[in-house]
């Protein structure tokens, strides 16, 4: 028997059969698969209509449903802390607070408070990437004082982070006296808020951090920064003098967790510390950093007091990338310089603002003024640039 014959046979079978039961089958098989034949459903349909539309009855009428769509939104339920940054005669700049993840407009909920570009001076430099010597100029950037009021002036610095690497014995070994001296001088100078900036000799920063922090004693400027190792030294000067504190851990949850449980043993005030989780660039494990910052950052929003503090990144590590200083004249295939190593910074601290950074050390003035730029345009909420497409349903080939 052909197929055509066979489904006949079995729609005249099944013209009063609503639905088909197998009894008493079994089936030694792995998987089951049913094919049903076009030309069986099309007969089995018509079949099942057929009489209603010999008695004259009228077939229900198909409406749309009226619904509306509502974006789902996630409940947070916990703050992360705002901290204040405050000259006494100046500038005050305030981070965190958040309430949601950064930049998520369609949210119930807005954030208070942008992140923020801290602008790196140094009172010692050795080697300079190219671009940064081009914009600022050589001569500047050997006077930390000028350095520092030609950020705040032409390049429009809302803070400062003064590096005093020079204080460590392997390169100057500069007393602590004279880097109070010379944060004085910079305070003078300009009205932002100050980052004291350490060298990485944990003895020497010490002995920094005391003399510094006293002869800034009144205005609110932070300590960056105390370690694992040196948290239970370097807190109790912030708290002495009235500073903040930043808690840098390299890429450890479980370490940034010690830290700051240990900070807030030793009573430093929820609304004056700060995590560094550490900055790894573009092309250099940028996407451990982020997930590290987002896992921090979602990790406080949800819940986890000893989390819930904003994040600062050293992104003028995007420098030590060889995509962003190496000369054109020996890589001509990566374009220009002064255009490369910009983006390569800036597109850094982007992407760690996105996943829950607060604070970005950045070091080229033009990589920092873009990062500005795309952060003012993330939260004022960016135009619509989908292209207009032909409609499909209605187009005509």
């Known amino acids: 028997m052909d197929i055509e014959k066979l489904s006949k046979s079995l729609a005249k079978m099944l013209e009063n059969v609503g639905e088909i039961e197998f009894d008493n089958v079994d089936l030694a098989a792995e998987t089951l698969e049913l094919h ?12 099942m209509v057929a009489p209603q539309i010999a008695a004259g009855k009228k077939l229900k009428d198909f409406e749309w449903e009226a619904t509306k769509f509502e974006l789902p939104f996630q409940q947070y339920t916990q703050k992360i802390a705002e901290i204040t940054f405050k000259r006494s005669n100046g500038t005050t700049v305030k981070i965190g607070g958040e ?27 050795a080697h ?32 400062l982070s003064l590096h005093f690497v020079s204080t460590d014995p392997a390169v100057k070994n500069t007393p602590p006296k004279e880097s109070a001296k010379l ?8 009205k932002v808020p100050v980052s ?61 967790k010690k830290i700051n449980k240990s900070a807030l043993e030793l009573g430093m005030p929820r609304d004056r510390i700060l ?37 600062s990144a050293g992104t003028t590590n995007a420098w030590g990338a060889r995509e962003a200083w190496m000369s054109e004249s020996k890589r001509p ?3 220009l310089r002064e255009l490369r190593g910009p983006l390569w910074e800036c597109y850094t601290a982007i992407c760690l603002a996105v ?43």
């Open 183 to 190: 944060m004085e001088d910079v305070l003078q100078a300009v």
């Open 99 to 125: 309430t949601v993840p950064h930049f998520y407009g369609w949210e119930k909920s807005k954030n208070p408070n942008p992140p923020v570009v801290i602008y790196d001076v140094f009172d010692h430099v």
């Open 196 to 256: 004291i900036g350490s060298s990485g000799n944990d003895e020497k920063d010490l002995q920094m951090f005391e003399a510094v922090a006293a002869a800034t004693q009144g205005e609110r400027l932070m300590l960056s920064a105390a370690k694992v190792e040196t948290v239970d030294k370097v807190v109790p000067i912030a708290m002495k003098y009235g500073h903040n504190v930043l808690l840098w851990t390299q890429l450890d949850p479980n370490n940034q």
């Open 355 to 397: 996943a829950g950074m607060d604070l970005a050390m950045m070091f080229h003035p033009s990589a920092a003024m873009m990062f500005r730029e795309l952060v003012n345009a993330f939260e004022k909420g960016l135009p619509s640039m989908i292209p207009q497409v032909a409609e499909w349903i209605t187009m005509k080939v």
């Open 128 to 159: 300079v990437p190219g671009p940064i010597k081009d914009r600022y100029g050589e001569d500047i950037l050997h006077n930390p004082v000028e350095w520092a009021k030609l950020a705040v002036k032409k390049f429009g610095a809302q803070m």
């Open 275 to 311: 995590m560094d989780p550490t900055c790894a660039t573009l092309g250099y494990g940028l996407e451990y950093s982020y997930s590290i910052y987002q896992r921090y950052h979602l990790a406080g929003l949800r819940g986890d007091a000893d989390m819930a503090f904003p994040m």
């Open 333 to 335: 295939e990566w374009g």
């Open 36 to 47: 049903f034949l076009p030309q069986l459903v099309s007969t089995v349909a018509q079949q």
